[in-house]
């Protein structure tokens, strides 16, 4: 079955440094969105890309999704204490179910 | 509007007994789903629904049951609870296949 995984798993930065999360599918992807899951919270939307090689910006966070439309990326740049969480991405393949991958946890230190 | 919220917040089963876990939406969206988040698993769909009065599986659903007879409700039944489901319990909503909002989330604790 279609599998979506996350690296690192943990990531634990100095405030202002750049920060990185890699999401990977063993399928082809037609989608794939990025949601954010703050301690104690639950999971947010952020983006979704669609088109192969897309790239998003949002403020200090790029998404990219991979021309072959089987990774993804979510780049933040000058990570701040609000940064901290559990970033996911989730994937999906046609019309199937979304599958979410299996996090990132980021913790910036002040 | 209160978007997603799940009933109850937290709930302490022994092995055996059953509960159901209620979620309800106010964005009238048509699709629901059932998550489970266990650590180091991120989430893990456990069953959804495309409309009022349909259901299907997930990658997760046995030991489960779900049941969607009006649109803005989603409910998650445990019939025989085992110590394997505590985890925390997310319901989500979303129009047709894009971004999903979810609920606050439903500890439970099996004994």
């Known amino acids: 079955g279609q599998q979506v995984m996350q690296i690192p798993q943990y990531q634990h930065v100095q405030e202002g440094e750049d920060f990185t999360t890699y999401c990977n599918s063993s399928t082809t992807l037609s989608n794939i969105q990025w949601y954010k899951q703050r301690p104690g919270g639950h999971p947010v939307f952020l983006i979704q890309?669609?088109?192969?090689?897309e790239v998003k910006k949002q403020k200090r966070l790029t998404f990219q999704f991979g021309e072959a439309k089987k990774n993804s990326s979510l780049h933040i740049t000058a990570t701040q204490t609000t940064d901290v969480g559990t970033y996911f991405c989730a994937g999906r393949r046609n019309t199937d179910k979304l599958i979410f991958g299996t996090g990132t946890r980021l913790q910036v230190f002040p | 509007n209160a978007g997603v919220t799940q009933t109850p917040k937290f709930r302490v089963l022994k092995t055996g007994q059953s509960m159901t876990l209620l979620c309800a939406q106010d964005m009238n969206h048509e699709y629901m789903y059932w998550y489970r988040q266990d650590p180091g698993m991120g989430l893990r769909l456990i069953h959804y629904s495309v409309g009022e009065g349909t259901t299907a599986k997930g990658e997760v659903p046995d030991g489960y049951n779900v049941s969607r007879l009006k649109k803005q409700n989603f409910l998650l039944g445990l019939e025989s609870a085992a110590p394997s489901q505590t985890s925390v319990y997310f319901c989500?909503?979303?129009?047709?296949?894009?971004?999903?909002?979810f609920g606050p989330g439903t500890r439970l604790t099996v004994l």
């Open positions: 989500a909503s979303s129009y047709a296949n894009n971004e999903q909002f």
């Open positions: 890309l669609v088109k192969s090689g």
